[in-house]
């Protein structure tokens, strides 16, 4: 019998770029390839790429070095979003065989030899991101605790600082039916978490082919109002949703369900209405501050994430500073900074009073302390309550790591305790690195499959 050929993923970048290589990964295993670490030597190297910042670039070019450093004579495909923005720079990368677009990139086998590898001549198949209408789904797991499920892709906004609509397409997404009978085949598998990701998922409801006659008007909230009906012992997150399209009939029906978690993300971009209205986002700080309000006010424990961006062109200390008060203002659970980088083909890139770089870290540093202040703030508001948590892995400590519903990471001690079930625990105090100490509540079913099943594992 003759050795399976070997391949190895890099994902760079969004959630969604990782529930797109898990399905890419079923396809080579499906077609015969066995799959090893990307540290690991290995036949095939296959990088996903993300565009969002120049770092993303770099990381992309450090990735196929690492590749192959570990087998010079393995062949690199190189797909994702930068390979959509900049196919031929990726050719010239020393050692990139094949660059696929956003078109091709799940048809990555049909541009691969039945037999010898090692036919393969370098190509890059990259056409126009208009072309890409066709929705394809997929899903990634993370130790079979949590799913990544693609619920939409593409972006028809046009954010002038943003890539993503030139590397991905129109916005998109499949059927309500469609997304049901994935998410119910995640729950017979025993996922545990779902967490519904896209590119703009607040957006869903546009099918490719649809037309005004066709389409059948489906929305997000409907969406959800089906999910929530599966049955099972199981929970929902939602990745990130824009402001403007967190509608209160959405926040009501979160607070009013027990699979969808109180947990919201949300990016703001900024806090000066100058600066959103340059990066063409949709919304003011007015109505942002009003979605935090209402959120708290149905949900007043309900996590809230932020996105934010330092050093847009033309910002100013002024808007700095209003972003600054306005944020330390909001009632948000955590910050995720990032400092502004020129995108090609973008109409930030050409603006004029581009900020240094030394004043972008600066404020990003600012942020960042502040989001900082903003967690352990947050964390130490939930000591004391009881909260459902799901296990998901043991640390270097011996202690059990979990989410709450809210999104506090808490660590737990063993006896007692096992992956990718639910327990009540106690928050009892704060630990290192925004981590809170938790103690399982005891209870008779715990004691038992302890005795039963821990024990002789000794899987502590």
Do not use: W
């Amino acid at each position: 019998m003759s050795t399976p050929r070997t391949v190895a993923f890099h994902t760079l970048g969004c959630k969604l770029n990782y529930s797109e290589s898990s399905s890419i990964a079923k396809q080579f295993q499906l077609a015969g390839y066995e799959e090893v670490a990307f540290e690991q030597p290995s036949d095939l190297y296959i990088i996903n790429t993300c565009s969002v910042t120049d770092q993303a670039d770099k990381k992309c070019r450090k990735a196929v070095r690492a590749a192959v450093a570990s087998n010079p004579h393995a062949q690199v495909v190189v797909i994702g979003c930068y390979a959509q923005l900049k196919p031929e720079e990726i050719s010239q990368i020393q050692g990139v065989s094949l660059v696929l677009g956003a078109a091709e990139k799940f048809n990555i086998l049909q541009h691969l030899p039945d037999e010898d590898l090692h036919q393969m001549k370098p190509a890059v198949y990259s056409g126009s991101v208009q072309d890409v209408k066709s929705f394809v789904p997929s899903f990634s797991t993370e130790g079979r605790t949590r799913s990544f499920l693609k619920v939409q892709d593409g972006c028809d906004y046009k954010c002038s600082f943003c890539t993503i609509p030139l590397a991905r397409g129109a916005s998109r997404s499949p059927s309500i039916q469609q997304v049901l009978q994935t998410a119910e085949l995640l729950v017979q598998e025993g996922i545990k978490e779902i967490v519904l990701t896209g590119v703009n998922i607040g957006d869903f409801g546009k099918h490719p082919g649809a037309t005004e006659n066709t389409t059948t008007k489906e929305n997000f909230l409907e969406l959800i109002s089906k999910l929530d009906q599966i049955p099972g012992e199981f929970r929902y997150r939602i990745s990130s949703i824009e402001p403007n399209l967190c509608t209160e009939e959405i926040i009501n029906f979160i607070g009013n369900s027990e699979k969808f978690m109180p947990h919201f993300h949300m990016p703001l971009q900024s806090g000066d209405d100058e600066i959103l209205a340059k990066m063409q986002r949709r919304y003011k700080r007015r109505l942002y501050q009003e979605r935090v309000n209402y959120i708290k006010k149905i949900m007043p424990h309900a996590g809230i994430g932020v996105d934010v961006i330092t050093g847009f062109p033309g910002e100013t200390d002024f808007h700095f500073n209003n972003t600054f008060e306005f944020l330390e203002g909001l009632d948000v659970s955590y910050l995720h900074v990032f400092t502004y980088s020129e995108r090609l083909n973008t109409p930030a890139a050409k603006e004029p009073n581009q900020i240094s770089g030394t004043i972008r870290k600066k404020r990003s540093d600012v942020l960042r302390k502040l989001s900082d202040d903003k967690k352990n703030k947050f964390n130490l508001k939930n000591i004391g309550t009881v909260q459902q948590v799901l296990i998901e892995s043991i640390n270097q400590e011996g202690l059990f790591e979990a989410y709450t519903p809210n999104y506090i990471r808490v660590a737990i001690s063993p006896p007692h305790v096992y992956p990718n079930t639910f327990k009540n625990v106690k928050l009892e105090s704060p630990g290192p690195d925004h981590l809170v100490l938790a103690s399982l509540l005891p209870t008779k079913e715990n004691t038992q499959f302890f005795d039963e099943h821990v024990t002789a594992a000794k899987v502590y």
